[in-house]
């Protein structure tokens, strides 16, 4: 019953979640009929986020159906867990961290959210501005950084191998109470590995797999919606003919 309570407050409430940084979304348009980016995603999802972070309504299993992997593919690729009893965990078990919820409040003060329906709670532009939105920050110590979208995040940037580290370049505005120092644009200050151009597809890749995490039926209503849609065509050809043999002798 808690499960379910705190599934509705989730959903019911994205607008209170995205609060926050709303001058600083880029605008991002989700495509999950892409298999391969979802592939990378998947791939993204279990090296960088899945350490501290589960995706407990989901199951490995169902990965492998819907992205179009075999369940060896996703046990050899996927899984880097143990169960209780240190057996690799099996593609029928839900992709949970084996991190417990006590460990997890002595280690970052909080239990690291579900991130099964966070795209629902956040939408797909929020997650996409806030995964490019981490800068260099002396203040925020131990992890030394910031984030525009979600200021004093708790989360380190996890994706900084790949992104690099950037440093702010801020503007000053004239407001009512005097002036005010606002963060103009973001500019690499330590190169990653990935050029700008290939982190942002990188981004975008893990963000269409948490878009299908939290809608996995989308991509079983969007297959059968083609067909859904021939039928009616048919349909309607044949039920124009009827219509006219049936009316001809009346006309």
């Not at 705190?6 to 409430?13: K, M, N, P, R």
């Not at 979802?38 to 309504?57: D, E, T």
């Not at 046990?75 to 057996?87: K, M, S, V």
């Not at 949970?96 to 956040?122: C, E, H, I």
Request: proline share 5%; hydrophobic share 40%.
């Amino acid at each position: 019953m808690r499960k379910i309570f705190s599934l509705l407050v989730v959903l019911a409430a994205p607008a209170a979640f995205a609060a926050g940084g709303g001058e600083y979304i880029q605008e991002f348009t989700p495509d999950t009929t892409n298999k391969a980016s979802l592939q990378r995603g998947a791939r993204l999802f279990v090296n960088y986020c899945m350490s501290c972070h589960s995706a407990g309504y989901h199951r490995y299993s169902h990965l492998a159906r819907d992205l179009h992997l075999s369940e060896r593919q996703v046990q050899e690729n996927l899984i880097f867990t143990t169960d209780e009893h240190g057996a690799p965990t099996k593609p029928g078990a839900l992709m949970v961290v084996p991190m417990t919820d006590n460990y997890a409040k002595q280690a970052f003060g909080t239990v690291p959210p579900n991130l099964s329906l966070v795209s629902r709670a956040r939408g797909a532009s929020w997650l996409y501005s806030y995964l490019k939105g981490f800068y260099l920050d002396e203040t925020r110590e131990p992890i030394g950084v910031n984030n525009t979208v979600f200021p004093d995040v708790g989360m380190p940037h996890v994706l900084w191998e790949l992104q690099g580290f950037q440093a702010p370049v801020y503007k000053t505005e004239m407001t009512e109470g005097g002036e005010i120092r606002k963060i103009e644009r973001l500019e690499i200050a330590v190169p990653g590995e990935q050029s700008a151009e290939e982190f942002n597809g990188t981004v975008a890749d893990l963000v269409n797999f948490l878009v299908y995490l939290g809608e996995p039926a989308r991509l079983e209503r969007q297959r059968l919606g083609i067909w859904v849609i021939l039928f009616l065509l048919v349909f309607t050809i044949i039920a124009y003919f009827l219509k006219r043999e049936y009316w001809k002798d009346v006309h």
